[in-house]
């Protein structure tokens, strides 16, 4: 993941429209979103599909999800999964409804949460964002 990060902030791959990742150990995801936030990573403005996958990471990290929307972040980004991330629950899930309420990701459709800690909180505050953005399929 640090080889990703690096050569995407040193604008090497601009055209970049999709990232699948699995696996990710503890500090990638966070990382990777640091580096998609970054105003140098050209990529950013082009991505639109982010397969974050068995990750490693519990809310605390996963929050760097919806901040890194929310701080413009992948604005064309379509779909989003952070599917079979069983630490991942609702702070992850507030954050980025939070992002999309606050104008971030206009462009998502789809947002993948399958095998996840998801709670009440958290599909509540999801259902309320959808009856909100026509954009969700």
Not at 24 to 33: E, W
Not at 89 to 112: N, P, Y
Not at 114 to 123: A, K, N
């Amino acid at each position: 993941v640090e080889e990703l990060c690096r050569s995407m902030e040193a604008g090497a791959m601009p055209c970049l429209e999709s990232i699948t990742l699995q696996g990710l150990d503890t500090g990638a995801l966070a990382r990777l979103m640091r580096a998609l936030t970054r105003k140098a990573t050209c990529c950013s403005a082009t991505m639109k599909a982010l397969s974050l996958l068995y990750c490693d990471a519990d809310d605390e990290e996963g929050e760097a999800v919806g901040r890194a929307l929310a701080a413009g972040a992948c604005p064309g980004l379509k779909k989003l999964y952070l599917n079979n991330s069983s630490d991942i629950g609702d702070r992850t899930v507030l954050s980025i409804v939070d992002a999309l309420r606050g104008g971030a990701g206009k462009q998502l459709e789809q947002l993948g949460l399958r095998r996840t800690s998801l709670g009440d909180e958290g599909c509540l505050a999801l259902k309320a964002v959808m009856l909100e953005c026509s954009t969700f399929a």
